[in-house]
């Protein structure tokens, strides 16, 4: 322990006052903290808990509604605004969704498998297999909501922004967002109507007299020399129509993905006091994650994550993993011109400034978003290449201080080698395991029947 003694050491977790008596703070000598940390690493340790409220999501006002959550869930486990699946499809043990060509069979539920809303289906299961192969892979949507950037290499800036771009995502399901629509006329209208201030447009029902102003299917022509399609023909109305209504099906889908938190894991039970709620060996990976080993220089708070850009120097290397990811730099575009970003018209708070000052930034070639660590050990395989098949993997990464080539950009000046010997390995492994907080709620988890 440095200076400061008993009394500097209690003076620092002063206020919680169980932990300090817990700790032996009214007796005993110049003891390091529960045997294991200097007051500043206890102090560092304990802004890593406990995991707080969400906050408000501006940019969807029907963010905690509800009946919006419970008509999102629905959405999370449907299938049928789904495009053709595609030849490459072959995959040996994957669960077999569909021959290529078939529609209507992918949704978001196939690549984020609840409890763990990972992929556990596809083989490789490094990217997943969606109406094609994805070129990262599928993070988990457990405490998604605590984000402030979406994505790997933050291509959405809200969670209804990601969630309105999915279904006609070329890897994810291909759909189109008048088919969407339509799909939404045909099996939702009701609950849709009883949510939103709009109801679905009336256009959108086959029998009716002006239903050519909604064709089946459609969506804005990928690019400006190619020739007009179903959407370019239609009035900027009932454009602006059907984009708004793509967006409130996302804002009831974040409704629901903001409830899938997950809290009080063990070793939130052990900063609060209750001692042997880890394992000595994760006490001491605490103290490695917050001292010698560097890692809440970004992975910081309760959710373990700055929500900000860093170059870990991740390889592209993998089956179905992209050859070049520039990361943020390639994402930030996609970002500034996404149809339901949150200065677009359908945010609720299109003057919040978010996306000021946002531009693609050479600094940010090859950085990714510094992922959130709770409930990781449910989430393997790793990183955005899903190429560390485990935690242990996922340290001796960072113990050789990343790769040394087959990534973009300019290492971060932290990646370095660590020096931590075997046990200090398994000691940030086994904190890293104490992060798993409890179950969701099994109605969270399980796909509602849908009308
Ligand atoms: C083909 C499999 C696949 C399907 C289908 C799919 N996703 Fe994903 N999802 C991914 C991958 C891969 C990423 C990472 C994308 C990136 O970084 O470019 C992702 C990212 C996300 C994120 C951001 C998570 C984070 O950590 O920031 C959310 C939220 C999400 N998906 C929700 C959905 C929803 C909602 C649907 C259905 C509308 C859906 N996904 C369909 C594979 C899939
Ligand atoms: C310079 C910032 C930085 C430092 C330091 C750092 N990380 Fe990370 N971490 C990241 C970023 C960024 C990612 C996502 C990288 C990617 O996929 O390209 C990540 C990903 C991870 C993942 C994978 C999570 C998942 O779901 O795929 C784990 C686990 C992890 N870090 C643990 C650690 C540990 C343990 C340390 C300390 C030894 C550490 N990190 C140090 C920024 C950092």
């Known amino acids: 322990m440095k200076d400061g003694g008993r009394f500097g050491l209690c003076m620092a977790i002063e206020g919680v006052v169980a932990t300090a008596l817990l700790l032996g703070c009214s007796e005993g000598e110049d003891e390091p903290i529960d045997g294991v940390f200097t007051p500043a690493e206890w102090e560092a340790v304990q802004a890593l808990s406990p995991l707080p409220e969400l906050e408000p999501d501006p940019y969807n006002r029907y963010a905690d509604d509800p009946a919006a959550a419970a008509l999102g869930q629905k959405l999370f486990f449907e299938t049928r605004y789904s495009g053709a699946l595609g030849d490459d499809n072959a995959c040996s043990d994957c669960g077999a969704v569909g021959a290529p060509g078939e529609t209507g069979l992918m949704g978001c539920a196939y690549c984020h498998q609840p409890p763990s809303f990972t992929d556990r289906r596809s083989s490789p299961d490094n990217t997943s297999l969606g109406v094609k192969w994805a070129t990262r ?50 099996h939702y209208r009701g609950e849709y109507d009883a949510i939103f201030d709009e109801p679905l447009p009336d256009a959108l029902d086959p029998a009716h007299p002006e239903a050519d102003r909604f064709p089946a299917s459609g969506n804005p022509k990928a690019s400006v020399d190619d020739p007009d399609g179903a959407w370019e023909l239609m009035t900027s109305q009932d454009q602006e129509a059907i984009n708004r209504v793509v967006a409130n099906q996302g804002k009831a889908v974040a409704a629901y993905e903001r409830l899938l938190v997950s809290r009080d894991a063990p070793f939130d039970r052990y900063v609060a006091g209750e001692l042997d709620a880890i394992s000595t060996s994760a006490k001491r990976g605490a103290r490695l994650f ?45 970002l500034l011109g996404h149809t339901w970003n949150t200065s677009s018209p359908f945010s609720d708070d299109a003057l919040s400034g978010k996306l000021d000052g946002v531009h693609q930034d050479e600094a940010d070639i090859g950085k990714f978003r510094t992922k959130q660590l709770r409930n990781v050990a449910d989430s393997a395989p790793y990183f955005h290449t899903g190429d560390a098949k485990t935690l242990r993997d996922v340290v001796e990464f960072y113990n050789a201080g990343g790769a040394e080539d087959g990534y973009s950009g300019v290492k971060d000046d932290l990646m370095v080698p660590l020096n931590l010997g075997e046990d200090e390995l398994d000691d940030l492994v086994a904190f890293l395991e104490s992060l798993t907080g409890a179950p969701l709620p099994a109605e969270l988890t399980t796909a509602p029947p849908l009308p």
């Open 137 to 186: 892979n599928t993070p988990s949507l457990v405490n998604v909501a605590y984000y402030t950037w979406y994505g790997w290499a933050g291509k959405q800036d809200s969670l209804f922004t990601q969630a309105a771009g999915s279904p006609e995502s070329g890897t994810n399901s291909k759909g189109t967002r008048l088919g969407y629509a339509h799909m939404l006329w045909d």
């Open 290 to 334: 917050v001292g010698k080993a560097g890692c809440v220089e970004c992975h910081e708070g309760p959710t373990f994550s700055d929500n900000d850009f860093h170059n870990t120097g991740v390889p592209q290397v993998g089956e179905h993993v992209a050859a070049l990811d520039e990361g943020r730099y390639g994402d930030v575009p996609k």
